[in-house]
Every structure is written in C-alpha cells, then in structure tokens.
C-alpha cells in the first residue's frame, strides 16, 4: 500500500456567471506516492497542478475518483479525521508573501498549529520544539522568530512553512511551486532541505513548471497538460528519454546556460501541424510559444550565433494558418454550440483522458491522437 | 553607445534615511545589444531601470548622469523627461504583467497612453496591427480585457505596446519571471526579435535569472548591492566569470540533467546587505569565501580583461597581477575608478580560455560553496 | 513588493494618462477609487502585486483585493499608517469637526437652555441673546432643537450604520467564505432585499404603526442598507480567502470563523472602517430624508424633523429662515465632514493618493 494513492481523480470547475460553464482541470489523474519518495509534478500553468496539489490537501473536493491516505479514502473523513489528517499531511505553497497573515509576525504559522494541536503543552517545551524543528530547516531561531513576515527573505519563510509542517508528525508534503519565486540562490538551500526529509522518510509532492528542478530533485515524474498525464515514470526515464512530444517540447524550452534554444534537437521543439490543429490547446501554445519568434530573418540564430535555420524553420512554414492563442477559445469543452456539456460527469466522458502506455519498465506515455 | 550611464547614483527617501539603492554605477549600451541586469532580489536592479525611465515619489537623483543618444536625460525632471518616455525610452515594470488596469480593454488603455505622449492612436494603429500580428497575438486582444490573457499574450501585449514609438531604450524588468518555462522562452525570443526589427534600438533585461540571460543577452552585467560587480560578453560571464558572487550564482543553478545525487549543488549562505547603510570596503564580502584583508577597501570596477569589468580585489590579484592592488594602496587613492581606468593593466586574455568548451568552465566547484573556504581556490 | 503605484503606470510613460496600471500594490486596493457611492468601489482598481504564474482568468469578478500586505521596505507599515493619517489635512479636519459635533451631541442635553418642546418664548422670534437661534412657530427654542437633535440624529446614524455592518458583515462574509449554494442563496436574499422600495415599505409600516421611535428608524435604515455592505464585504473575501494564507489556516485545523475573524476581517479593516463611515453618514442623510417627509420618529426631535416641521408650518414662506438654515446647515456639514475625513482615510491607506 503506498503512502497516497490517486485513483482517476478528475476536477470539473464551474465557471462564469451562475457557474453556466464548466471547465475541467483534472481528468482521471492516477498515480501513487510511496515513503519517502519525491514525485514531481511538471506541467505549464493552468495545466491543474496546484488543483491537484488542494485536492490532496483536502481544500477542494475532486468532482469524481478516490484519494486514499494509508488506504483511507479522504473524502469520508469528518471533521476530527480532517484535524487527524493534517497531522500527517500539510502543504506549502508557492509566493511566501501570500502564505503568511501580513498582519501579524510569521511565527504566528506556529502558533496556530499549538492552538490545535498541542493544546497542552507548556511555553517551554514548545518553545524547545519549534527551535529544533527551525534548526532542522538550517535557520537560526534568532533570526526568524519574533519577525513579520516582510523582514525574512523569501527562503527564509519557505523554510519556516517547511518547519511549521515538521512540528507535526508528517509523512506527506505537498510543495506547490515553492521555490519559483524564490532567487536561484536560495532555491537551492529549500530543494536540498526537501532531498534531506525524503532521506527521513517523507514522502513529497513537488509541484513545479520548471523541468531542471523537477530532475535534480525527483524521483519520479508526472508531466500534466491541460489536467491530463501525458507521461509518467521514473525521472530519469521520463526526462532522460521522453516520448511524448509535449515533454519534449517543455524540455527545449528550458533555459539553460551553454546551450542556446535553437541548438537543441530537431524533434525537441516541432509539434506536428496536426497534433496543432486536432489536438488541445496547450499543444498549440507550446508549439506557437517555442516557435512562432524565430521567424524573422534577422533571427539571432540565424545569423551564426547559434546553428543556421535548424529546427524552427519548419515550424516558420506554418506560420500561413497560424492558430489562434487563446488558450480558453481553443480548448474543445470550451466551443459553445450543440457540444455544450450540462454536468460535470457529461464533460468528463466527453473528453476522456488518453489512455497510457507502458513504453519501457517503469515509464508510461500517453498515445498522441 | 546608445545608452551611457555614468557613476548614476538613486535613494530612496524613507523615515529612517536615505536607501542607496544604485550606488554610482556606470556602464554603456551599444546600439543593437541586449545587456542582461542580473542579481538577486533587492540588488538595486528595478531601481536602476526604473530610474532611466521613471523617477517615482520616493526616489532621487543622487548623482551622475544617463545619455541617451548622446543627449543628457534629465531624469531627475519628471515633466522633462515626459518628452522621452515611450518614444525614446520604455519601461515593463516588474509586475506590469499584473498590474494593467482590469477595467480599461487592451486597445482603449492604448489609445490613452499614446493620447498621454501627444501620439494620435490613428496614426499608429496599422502598425500595432502589424505587430500584433507578428506577435502571435489575435487582433481581437485589443477588445479584450487583461484578465482574459493569459500570462504569455499579456506580457506579449505590454511588449508590443511599450515599444510601439520605437524608442531608442526598453527596460524590461522581471518580464520572464512569472512565466512557466515555455513562455518564457517564446518571450525571451521575442525580446530577441524586437530588437532585429530594430522596434528598439538597445534593451535592458533585468531578472534574477542567469539562464535566461544566457539565451537571450549580448552582455551580461551583474549586480550586488546597489553597485556593478561585473560586465562581460554574455558567454564569459556564463563561462568564465571573474566575480566571486557570479560564481557563486551560476553554482546554485540547477541545469538540466542534474541530479541531487549526481552533484549538490550550493546556494549562497547569508542575504544582501541592507542599503540603509551599506558595509564598508566589498560589499560581497560577508558572503565572499575569498574574502582576504584587502577586501575592506571598495574594489574598483575595472577592466581586467578586453571588455571584461570585474569589482574584486581577488580577481585583480588573479589577473592584474600584483601592480594594481599595489597602486591602489597608495595613500590618497581608492584605487583606479572607472572603465578607463583598467587600461594600464595588463589586460592580456589568458590563452586558451577562450570558450573553447563552455561546459567546463564553470569556475568554483559546487563544493567550494560549501564551504567557508578563503584565499584562493 | 516594488510595484509601488507610481512605478508602474507611469512607468510604462503613462503617468498622465494613468492607465497602463490603474494601481498595483497590495497596499493600494482598498480605496483605489474613492469609496463614494455604495456600491460599485468593491471591483476598484487593486491587483495582486505579484500575480504568479498567470493562470489566466481570475475567478472572481473582482480582480483582487486589499489586503494590507507590508511588502515595505522601511519602517513599519502600522507608523507609517500613523505617519501618514497625523500629516492629513483633510483626516485631520473632518475628524475634528466631527468631534466637536459629537461632543455637543453627548453633552448638548446637558448644556441646552430650555426643553426642545416646550413653549418657552413668543413664536417665530428672530435669533438673540436669550434665543440664540430664535423660535420655532410654536414658540420653541431652535438652538434647544438642535441640540438635542444632533444627539438623536448622531443616535440614528450609529444605530443605523450598525445594525447594517452586523448584518452585512455577517451575510458577505459567509457568503464569500462558503462560496458555493450558500452564496448563491444569500445572492438572491440580497437582491431581493434591494429590490424592495425601502420608501414605500416605510409607509406601508408607518400606516400601522402608531408611534416611531429612534429605535424603529435606525433599525428600519439599518434593514434597508445592508445589503450593499454585504455585497462589498463578499467580493472582498473572495478575493481574500484565495490567498495562501487562508488555506494554511485551514491546514492548521483552524475553524471558519476564527479564520474569518482572525485573518481575513482584519486584512480589509481599513476597508471596513471606510464602509462604516460611509453607513454612518448616509443613515444621517437618509433618516434626515425620512424625517423631512414626515416618516420619521414622532416622539422626539431631530434634526430631519426640524426641517419637517419648518417646512409644514410655512418657515419658509415667512422668512423664519432660523428655523431651517441650522438644521439643514448642520447636517451639510456633519455628512461633509464624514466624506472629507473618508477622503483623506484613502490618502492614508492608499500610497497612489499621497502626497510626497
Ligand atoms: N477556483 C477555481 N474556479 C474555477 N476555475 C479554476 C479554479 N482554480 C483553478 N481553475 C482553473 O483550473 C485550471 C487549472 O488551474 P491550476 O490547478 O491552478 O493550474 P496550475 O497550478 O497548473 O497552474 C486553470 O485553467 C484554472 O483557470
Ligand atoms: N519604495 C522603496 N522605499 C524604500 N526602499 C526601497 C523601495 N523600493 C526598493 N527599495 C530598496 O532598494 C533596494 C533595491 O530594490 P530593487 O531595486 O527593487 O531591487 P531588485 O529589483 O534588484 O530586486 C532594496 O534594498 C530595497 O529594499
Ligand atoms: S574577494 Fe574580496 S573583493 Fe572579491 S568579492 Fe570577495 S570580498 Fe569582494
Ligand atoms: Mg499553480
Ligand atoms: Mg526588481
């Protein structure tokens, strides 16, 4: 039995005026997290990461499918189950300001949690408690403590949060993207402090877009798009080796420091002019934001800086028909007329997720329509 | 040089005293170039872009001067400077992206801002057509309202419209920051293409993040604490950086491929200083394992190689030899102030460094960081 | 934060044309266009300073909220607040009107020289040492009148502004917590409510009632006023209660309404406090309305019903100009007062509008 399970969990929001449409942001996501294990979770944004990331967290109910937590399925729990369960599962998430009440000092996030959870215990020991679990983020006491919010740095209130989840006895974290606002410099302390609790047996939701952290830190690997898996495994499978054109695109794009955009493969950044017109919307943001600026003649790329014409000029040739990027216009549950689905569960049958493949032990991919 | 800025220096007023945000800067922009701003946050890098544009309540004119074109900017003279804005310099702030007005459609906020610089929206609607066009972006954006774009069109949006006049200077700050990798490189390459349509003669791109700068800027320019600490050719900056603190950040990056197990990489311990009031000698210093005692005296920006400008004591000893450090522990003289001043060392390119294999030139090691190591690696 | 206002609109060379960014801090949401009219400033200008990923749409209407967020460089944000209200002209004059007129209110029954109602002199005589605003057609003291009235008038707009904050409080905030079917209903509830003429359900009531007291106003206003409380109120914990930190409460066991009153209340004080300025003042001006039509108390004076009583007895007509000046002069002044001060609360709180 794994740590959490995700048995084809699907979210359907309902949006607009009187909720009049609906917008599915999850379809029929599963996968496991084990102890001690770092699955990250890549995808553009809007792709249903953070959607995800709540629904694990019990903040929003998933329209259909199971969430089971040490083989109990979450949605049956009740209000003292709730409290039981975040005893075991907490969250951070991704902008540090948001993350804490401007109005009062940051150590605030532990006293919340002693309110609830540590009702009894004496000023002492608890203050004992939360200065070793600050010192197991690395941060010194002295320099947290006692502080609003805007007076620590951005690591060091993502370390905090991380800390405030250790006062409590946690086998699952869930980070939402919490280390994309921080500078490259202290990003690096917070993703090692995470490679430091799976040691200790913490299992870890890394919620991210960016593919780099994904790989230095992570396990396992599940690229999203458009609230479906398009493939999954193990991460040095998944990004060592990837299938689905999508993974391949969000990897070219990957800023890197000694290798230029242009430069990468050719099948890295073209999608398929038909994946463009029948597939969903994300495929063609991809594909038009990877490709649409290298067309100018002028083109830095192109003038020796980097290989001559290369991959992108394919992708220029279809610049004629260019398709649209609204992203909303585009995405086929968005088209009105006859099509127009009343219930969420009509929606979801409508547009079912691809089914995946095993390609090699241990990595699954999606069949591209 | 399109844009000279020379030993500028910008406060901000507050009730405890006055923030030294940009602390005697200089550099100059070629026509054509994108010079990348890096640093990490609260380095003074929106500071210095927003005041070649836009002087803002708090801020003042501490010092030195900005030429644009050659012409002196008078930056500290916002009715003046209302004549340059959007026609000869533009700005994206940080958060641009979020802050457009949600209640103004993209083409009325416009036709308003043209009005606001005398420019009739007529006379140049064909041409935002075109390069809405050539933007991907559908014409239709003009009747919709921000919140309707996505991350990507908006900041597409704030491009095409901030460099609509053509102006001789763009500051794009943080324009990347908030978007998911794929945007960010089509916004990168747009940055690229505007300015080989020559929409902007020279841009400024300012964010926290090397590796884009790596993809997209022409020179890179590194900031700590209100002043420069580095400037070189983009590629040397990635590959072969002098200064202690672009060590260090290129370290704490995480390039693809890496693995925690393959090898740690090492932030850097400590945050900048406050600009309140600065430390005195290196500003890096606190956080510099190099740190050696002649690092209480301010280290000059010079250059130490052709087109190569360092702050640091440790590389002038590394490369200038000993003659500089000696000269600038005369009596009287802080040491060779300004670009010029590099001239007389002997500014020989060591051989063989010349990039013959990017990748392998990432100077420290991760595990220096790590460390407190001092002296020399 | 560094998006302070001033950066980005004008910025982006728009200064004048103030458009690129309407306004962008944190700090600036919660009065970014002068709270005048009841409803309608809920959507004002404020966006998230740093909007992350944009994950495009923004569910709620609102593009975002308030939020005191002291993404400030320097000094606390709470002095600052002092730093900035004590150099406000305008705060500091409309509150010290107020404060005289309060005081009078407090202690006017006190300092009045005769009883509001009795018969103490000749009718219609004009202002003089013994009168000092002269006497009503029926031989009352004017300046008795009003002060007494200011104190029932101040009663009114306090009872009033109350009942309606309590009320509207508690729907918009559950409403915009909850989200979801109770929203909806309390939607409906709320329109339904606005929809009622409150000037013809007074004299539906008034037919039936024999006496009205202060206390049947206040409430009655207070009944007919909530709702645009309550809708600003939910579109502002909408926006709230998308912030990080309300899940993090959420995770840490905490219950709804100690979330609501322990972190999203206080994130839109300011903004609360201009709301029952705002209430205060239109209970004034709407009871004095009431009162003018001969729907308000019938036991007591107020300032309304002086101006009532003036015009049904011709004070106009016959020049007894004292009997209606003060009054009307009073209430002008007293509701002039509120929106100065609520002006240069704005100023306060919203770092666009102050002056550097
Ligand atoms: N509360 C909500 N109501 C309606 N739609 C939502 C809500 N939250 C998210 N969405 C939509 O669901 C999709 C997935 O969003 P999200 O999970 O936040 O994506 P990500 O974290 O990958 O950026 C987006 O298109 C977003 O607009
Ligand atoms: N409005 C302000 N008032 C006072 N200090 C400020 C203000 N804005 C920025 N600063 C200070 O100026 C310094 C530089 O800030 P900024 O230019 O925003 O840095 P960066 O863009 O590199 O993150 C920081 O130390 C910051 O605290
Ligand atoms: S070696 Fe000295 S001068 Fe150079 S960065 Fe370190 S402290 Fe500064
Ligand atoms: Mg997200
Ligand atoms: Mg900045």
Redesign the interface.
């Known amino acids: 039995m794994s740590l959490l399970e995700l048995d084809k969990v699907s979210k359907v929001y309902k949006t607009g005026t009187f909720g009049g449409e609906l917008k599915p942001a999850l379809r029929e996501v599963s996968f496991n997290i084990d102890k001690g294990e770092v699955i990250s979770l890549i995808g553009q944004s809007g792709s249903g990461k953070s959607t995800l990331g709540k629904i694990i967290l019990h903040l929003v109910p998933p329209t259909s499918g199971t969430v089971r937590f040490e083989g109990t399925d979450i949605s049956a729990i009740g209000k003292a189950g709730l409290r039981d369960y975040y005893r075991r599962v907490q969250g951070v998430f991704q902008d540090p300001f948001s993350s804490y009440n401007p109005l009062y000092k940051a150590d605030r996030v532990f006293d919340m949690v002693k309110s609830v959870y540590f009702p009894g215990v004496r000023g002492t020991d608890w203050q004992a408690k939360v200065e070793a679990a600050l010192e197991s983020v690395t941060l010194n006491p002295g320099d947290v403590l006692n502080k609003f919010p805007h007076q620590l740095s951005g690591g060091q209130q993502q370390r905090l949060l991380i800390a405030r989840a250790l006062l409590l006895d946690v086998r699952l974290l869930v980070a939402d993207e919490i280390i994309s606002m921080l500078d490259a410099s202290t990003r690096v302390d917070v993703l090692n402090l995470l490679v430091d609790l799976k040691r200790r047996g913490l299992g870890i939701l890394f919620i991210t877009h960016d593919l780099s952290l994904g790989n230095y830190i992570s396990d396992q690997t599940v690229i999203l798009r458009q609230g479906v898996v398009v493939e999954m495994g193990e991460t040095p499978k998944v990004l060592g080796n990837p299938q689905h054109t999508y993974t391949k695109s969000l990897l070219a794009a990957v800023p890197q420091l000694h290798k230029k955009w242009g430069e990468l493969g050719a099948g890295a950044t073209v999608i398929p002019a038909g994946e463009v017109r029948a597939g969903s919307s994300n495929g063609k943001i991809a594909h038009d934001e990877v490709g649409r600026y290298s067309k100018s003649p002028l083109h830095p790329l192109r003038q020796g800086r980097g290989g001559s014409g290369g991959p992108l000029s394919s992708v220029t040739k279809t610049a004629g028909g260019r398709p649209s990027l609204m992203e909303l216009e585009d995405a086929p549950w968005q088209r009105r007329g006859p099509k127009a689905k009343k219930s969420p569960s009509a929606v979801l049958s409508a547009y079912p997720a691809p089914p995946l493949q095993e390609c090699e032990a241990g990595h699954f991919v999606a069949t591209e329509s | 040089m399109t844009l000279e800025v020379d030993k500028l220096q910008i406060s901000?007023r507050?009730?405890?005293g006055d923030?030294r945000a940009v602390d005697g800067v200089s550099f100059a922009v070629d026509d054509g170039e994108i010079m990348g701003l890096a640093g990490?946050?609260g380095c003074g890098k929106?500071t210095l872009g927003?005041s070649l544009?836009?002087l803002?309540?708090?801020m003042k004119h501490a010092g030195g001067t900005v030429r644009l074109d050659g012409e002196v900017l008078p930056i500290s003279d916002?009715r003046a400077m209302?004549r340059y804005?959007?026609k000869r310099v533009?700005?994206?702030?940080?958060?641009?992206?979020?802050?457009?007005?949600?209640?103004?459609k993209v083409g009325?906020?416009t036709a308003?801002?043209l009005?606001?610089?005398g420019v009739r929206y007529d006379s140049v609607e064909e041409e935002l057509k075109r390069r809405i066009d050539l933007?991907?972006?559908?014409q239709?954006v003009l009747g919709m309202y921000p919140?309707?774009?996505?991350?990507?069109?908006?900041q597409r949006a704030?491009m095409v419209?901030?460099t609509l006049l053509d102006p001789s200077l763009l500051v794009a700050d943080e324009v990347t920051s908030?978007?998911?990798?794929?945007?960010?490189?089509?916004v990168?390459?747009?940055l690229?293409?505007f300015r080989?349509?020559r929409f902007v003669k020279t841009i400024i791109v300012i964010t926290?993040?090397?590796?884009?700068l790596?993809?997209v800027a022409d020179t890179i320019t590194v900031m700590y604490a209100g002043k420069l600490v580095e400037k070189a050719p983009a590629a040397t900056v990635?590959?072969e950086p002098l200064h202690p603190y672009t060590q260090?950040?290129?370290a704490?990056?995480?390039?693809?491929?890496?693995?925690?197990e393959d090898a740690?990489?090492?932030?850097?311990p400590g945050?900048p200083p406050s600009l309140?009031h600065p430390p005195a000698g290196c500003r890096f210093g606190a956080r510099c394992p190099f740190a050696f005692e002649k690092c209480s005296q301010d280290p000059p920006f010079m250059e130490l190689r052709p087109g190569h400008e360092v702050a640091c004591w440790k590389a002038v000893r590394d490369i200038g030899g000993t003659s500089v450090l000696a000269e600038a522990d005369q009596p009287g003289t802080e040491g060779p102030a300004g670009p010029g001043a590099g001239s007389e060392v002997p500014a020989v390119p060591r051989p063989g460094a010349q990039l013959a294999s990017?990748?392998s030139a990432?100077s420290p090691g991760p595990g220096e960081w790590t460390g407190q190591g001092t002296g020399q690696p | 934060m560094t998006a302070s206002p001033g950066e980005i609109g004008p910025a982006a060379g728009v200064e004048e044309a103030s458009s690129l960014g309407s306004s962008s801090t944190e700090e600036v949401g919660a009065g970014s266009e002068p709270v005048l009219g009841p409803v309608g400033s809920i959507a004002g200008g404020g966006v998230e300073a740093r909007a992350t990923v944009a994950a495009g749409a923004p569910v709620v209407g609102a593009p975002s909220g308030l939020g005191v967020g002291p993404r400030q460089f320097t000094g606390g944000r709470r002095w600052e607040f002092l730093y900035f209200a004590l150099r406000n002209k305008k705060l500091l004059l409309g509150m010290s009107v107020e404060l005289v007129f309060v005081v009078l209110a407090i202690i006017g029954p006190a300092i009045a020289p005769y009883n509001p109602s009795k018969f103490v002199a000749r009718p219609n005589l004009g202002p003089s040492g013994a009168h000092l605003m002269g006497t009503t057609y029926f031989g009352q003291d004017v300046f008795s009148q009003l002060l007494y009235g200011l104190r029932d008038s101040y009663l009114v707009g306090f009872l009033g502004g109350l009942f309606a904050a309590i009320v509207g409080m508690a729907i918009g905030f559950s409403a915009g917590y909850r989200g979801g079917v109770l929203d909806e209903v309390l939607q409906v509830f709320t329109n339904i409510i606005v929809m009622i003429p409150s000037l013809v359900l007074l004299i539906v009531i008034s037919a039936y009632l024999k006496t009205r007291g202060i206390l049947f106003e206040g409430v009655f206003i207070g009944v007919t006023t909530w709702p645009w409380v309550a809708r600003a109120v939910r579109a502002q914990t909408f926006t709230l209660r998308e912030r990080d930190f309300v899940d993090l409460a959420k995770l840490s066991g905490r219950r709804a309404t100690s979330i609501i009153v322990k972190d999203i209340a206080p994130n839109m004080a300011s903004y609360l406090f201009l709301v029952l300025i705002l209430l205060f003042g239109s209970s004034i001006l709407l009871a004095a309305n009431f009162d003018f039509l001969g729907l308000g108390p019938t036991n007591t004076v107020s300032l309304g019903t002086m101006m009532n009583q003036a015009m049904l007895w011709s004070a106009l007509q016959l020049h007894v100009w004292w009997w209606f000046i003060p009054p009307g002069a009073v209430i002008t002044i007293i509701v002039a007062a509120l929106l100065v001060a609520n002006v240069g609360l704005d100023e306060v709180f919203n770092p666009r509008l102050r002056a550097t």
């Open positions: 901000y507050t009730l405890r923030v990490e946050s929106s927003n544009v836009y803002e309540g708090r916002q209302g804005r959007l533009s700005i994206i702030p940080q958060y641009a992206m979020s802050a457009l007005n949600p209640t103004r009325r906020m308003e801002l009005k606001s610089r933007v991907g972006l559908p239709g919140f309707e774009l996505s991350g990507g069109m908006r704030t419209i901030s908030a978007l998911d990798v794929s945007t960010q490189r089509a990168g390459e747009m690229m293409e080989d349509e926290h993040d090397l590796s884009i790596a993809q990635v590959g260090a950040l290129l704490s990056l995480p390039e693809v491929g890496v693995r925690y740690p990489l090492a932030g850097i945050r309140l990017p990748t990432v």
